[in-house]
Structure formats: structure tokens, C-alpha cells
């Protein structure tokens, strides 16, 4: 069965910019959650949705947003680019109870300059 | 706040040695996994551990689960190139409320093992 898929694998924005980055979960997952992951920081999780709703969110400012569609596909943005949000986006998904197995994505490469 | 200390942060080794990764913590874990990244590219599930005690094993890797709940290790058996990688162990704490979908990340173990 499909992966996670998430697109585009590289983006170069420019500071001020705002980007979108999509999601496609492995089918019948229904729970999809956010990471940044950056050389000095590690992996952080950023949020997770569920049905539609978000569940839980990291400790990331309002700039990062996201949400999810009734396909369970999500997206997440951010708003006002800074230098320090170039970083390795992934996307994980799982069926959804606490604790189950999670799948991620090749990641989003974001650049910004 | 959940904190995941995973040790050693480096390792490079020959072909054909054995080495173990640690990955330790304060509180219990409702569920632990491993994971293998590669440069650029997304982790990969390679192992999740849920009961205390427990012992896995995928061919040359060799995964425990410490009793209390609170610490794994990951034992892998004469290395090869490639095993070289970045390895993460990663925790779910809780069952519910700020747990969903939440994995709390170690720093990662890059090994490198050379021919």
C-alpha cells in the first residue's frame, strides 16, 4: 500500500513569504501530525490532526498553522518566513490512538533566504 | 515535560563490529519506537516496543524495552556499511489529551560504519 506523501519535496522562499506544504496519509490512517526537524533542535513536533480537528500542538507560534481535510489529507503553513524556519518538514501519520505506530513521509526541504 | 537523552550521539565503527544505542528517560513511555533516517529523507519505522521487558529482534538488530518502561536500547550485531545512518528513538508518554499523535524525539545516534 502507498507511503505518506507529502509535496513538494524542496521549496526556496524568501523571507516575509508565506508557504504551504501538503500531506497525503496512508489510507485509512486518520490521524496526521507535524515535525520540524533542524540540525540544532532535532525533530519537534509541531501538531496533530484527527477527523478534521486539531488534537494537540507543540510549543510553535501562532505563524504555523494547519488543518485537515475530510480525506484526512492535511496541510500546514507558515506565515512570515524567517530564516529560522528552513528546516526538514515531516509529516507522520497512524490510525490514531495514543501510542500507535507512526509513518512519515520523505519530508519537505524549506529554504528560506 | 518529557525529556528522551539517547546516547552515543556519535559512533563510527568497522564492518563487522557490534554496537548498542541507548535511549533513557524520567518518565514512563505509554510506547517506544525506533527509527532509521538517511540524509534528506524521511524516518523510517524500525521497531515499537510497548511492554515492559520486551525483546525484539529484526535480523541483526536487536531491540529491548528496560522493565520500568523507561528506557530501550537498540543492539546491533556486525555491522555493516550499510547500517550507517542517523537512529532515533522516539516516545509516546500518556494516553491521551497532550499524547495525541505526539512523539518526543531523542538527539539521534549518527553511525557511521566503515569497510
Partial sequence: KAGVTQTPRYL????????TLSCSPISGHRSVSWYQQTPGQ???????????TQ????NFPGRFSGRQFSNSRSEMNVSTLE???????????SLGPPGTEAFFGQGTRLTVV | TQLLEQSPQFLSIQEGENLTVYCNSSSVFSSLQWYRQEPGEGP???VTVVTGGEVKKLKRLTFQFGDAR??????????QTGDTGLYLCAGHFGAGGTSYGKLTFGQGTILTVHP
Avoid: M, P, W
Fill in chain 1, 12 to 19: 526556496i522562499k524568501t523571507r516575509g513569504q508565506q508557504v
Fill in chain 2, 44 to 46: 523510517v519505522l524500525l
Fill in chain 1, 83 to 93: 530564516l529560522g524556519d528552513s528546516a526538514l518538514y515531516l509529516c507522520a501519520s
Fill in chain 2, 70 to 79: 523507561k528506557d530501550s536500547s537498540l543492539h546491533i550485531t556486525a555491522a
Fill in chain 1, 42 to 52: 532535532g525533530l519537534q513536533f509541531l501538531f496533530e490532526y484527527f477527523s478534521e
Fill in chain 1, 55 to 58: 488534537r494537540n500542538k507543540g
